[in-house]
C-alpha cells in the first residue's frame, strides 16, 4: 500500500533539511524523476517528483529540495567518475 506522499510533503516541507531521507525505506539515495502530465496540480504548488533508488517509490518534494536533490546527485556522480579515472591511472596522485 501506498502512503499518499501529499501528507509527507505537507508535514516536512517546510522547513525541510537539504538533505532527504525516502519516507518509505528511509534511503537517502533519491534522484529526480520525469515530470509527466499528471503531476501538473503538483507543479501549481511548487512540488517537483522525485523517485527512490532504493524502493523506486515516486513521491513529490518542493521544488527547492528538488533542487538539491539534483545538485546532489550530480556531485556523487562526479565523484564517481572521478574515483573511477584515479582507479585507472594509479600514478596521478604522486
Ligand atoms: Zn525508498
Do not use: Y
Not at 520525469?34 to 496540480?41: E, H, K, P, S
Amino acid at each position: 500500500m501506498q502512503v499518499p506522499s501529499l501528507i509527507f510533503v505537507v508535514s516536512t516541507g517546510f522547513g525541510a533539511t537539504l538533505t532527504m531521507d525516502c519516507p518509505f525505506c528511509s534511503s537517502a539515495r533519491l534522484r529526480n524523476s520525469r515530470t509527466r502530465a499528471a503531476d501538473i496540480l503538483h507543479l501549481l504548488v511548487l512540488r517537483s517528483p522525485v523517485r527512490c533508488h532504493n524502493c523506486q517509490e515516486r513521491l513529490f518534494v518542493p521544488f527547492w529540495t528538488a533542487k538539491e536533490i539534483r545538485r546532489a546527485t550530480k556531485l556523487r556522480r562526479e565523484e564517481e567518475r572521478l574515483r573511477r579515472s584515479s582507479e585507472g591511472s594509479p600514478r596521478s596522485r604522486s
